[in-house]
């Protein structure tokens, strides 16, 4: 059956009501798209399929407030809201621009999830805890896409601002309930902001409630299935716990480019090779300027000369549009003296 197939029977049972033959139907299809090569889909329908049976399965049209079901629809609904994103990603290594030392790392992070198995029959442990650190702009969040690419699993974004509470205790007992999720479905957890959880754990007056937290999180990291993975991203790594620090198996940091992996990048964004530098001679100039920018400024300035300078000759019929050199230059400019406010 070709995809189109699948897509007619599915919307044919579905608006049949027949339950049996959809599932089976939605099951065939999945596994037709993993065959396909399509699976980062594929994992998508998976998780929704899972997620609709769960609810289907603790709601009934007779539901009482007060009943068994009824407070764990409300569970669902409550675990939707530390959720901030749950999803499956296309980005690869390839994608990636960072220090060889910091991508090396990444790749034996890689290979241990790739080789579990083998790990696993002489009772080796798998890495499944990592620390993303550095400056903001610099990969961190990128390099979990690339890492949830690279496995091709789901990756569950923690919704920070949910996950603290100002009820005491309440924040230990939401950092549980997405870890057990993330067991139960073995996926990875990405929790950006790290250090507003692991503070040291008398940096903040509320002595008391960072500690838990604290303890809570070293809990957690202690059982977490090898199958599952945790991901933490900070910019403030001195501020971490140091009994926290140790519980992860690898910390990576994603330091500010220098000129060549600015060079890289520049490459990477323009690779497509539609686009050329209206003055080659500008190139190293250009570098230096954007020297001691993260590479989310130094990209977001160069797609913006790119869209000003198509902007100033649409009208022209060349092969290869030409970037203006100095529209580039100003905006970097200009995005040094903003961040420098």
């Not at 993303?132 to 969040?141: E, I, R």
């Amino acid at each position: 059956m070709g995809q189109q197939d699948y897509i007619k029977d599915i919307a044919r049972f579905g608006l049949e009501n027949d339950r049996e033959k959809l599932l089976s139907t939605l099951n065939e299809f999945i596994e037709h798209n993993k065959n396909s090569k399509k699976v980062n889909f594929a994992l998508q329908l998976q998780s929704l399929l899972k997620d609709s049976l769960r609810r289907q399965q603790n709601s009934s049209p007779l539901q009482k407030v007060g009943s068994p079901s009824h407070y764990q629809s409300l569970q669902d609904r409550e675990m939707d809201e530390l959720i901030l994103e749950k999803l499956t990603s296309d980005y690869t290594l390839d994608n990636l621009v960072c220090t060889t030392s910091a991508k090396d790392k990444l790749v034996n992070f890689l290979e241990e999830h790739r080789h579990s198995d083998l790990l696993s029959k002489y009772q080796l442990p798998i890495s499944n805890k990592l620390l993303l650190h550095g400056p903001s702009g610099c990969g961190k969040t990128l390099a979990s896409y690339v890492i949830a690419g690279e496995l091709q699993k789901m990756m569950i974004v923690v919704n920070l601002g949910a996950i603290v509470s100002s009820k005491l205790g309440e924040t230990s007992k939401n950092l549980a309930k997405i870890f057990r999720k993330a067991a139960q479905e073995d996926c990875i957890i990405f929790i950006d902001e790290f250090d507003s959880l692991g503070k040291v754990r008398d940096y903040s007056q509320d002595h008391g409630e960072m500690k838990r937290v604290v303890n809570t999180i070293l809990q957690l990291f202690d059982y977490l299935p090898q199958s599952s993975m945790v991901i933490c991203a900070t910019n403030q790594k001195d501020m971490l716990d140091e009994a926290l620090l140790r519980r992860f198996d690898l910390s990576i940091e994603l330091e500010l480019p220098n000129q060549q992996q600015i060079q890289e990048l520049v490459q990477l964004v323009l690779k497509e090779g539609q686009f050329t530098f209206d003055r080659k001679v500008s190139m190293k100039q250009l570098i230096d300027y954007a020297q001691g920018l993260s590479y989310y400024s130094i990209q977001k300035t160069l797609i913006n000369a790119v869209k000003r300078s198509l902007f100033a000759h649409k009208n022209t019929r060349a092969l290869k549009p030409k970037i203006n050199t100095q529209i580039w230059k100003d905006l970097l400019i200009q995005e040094k003296e903003a961040l420098a406010k």
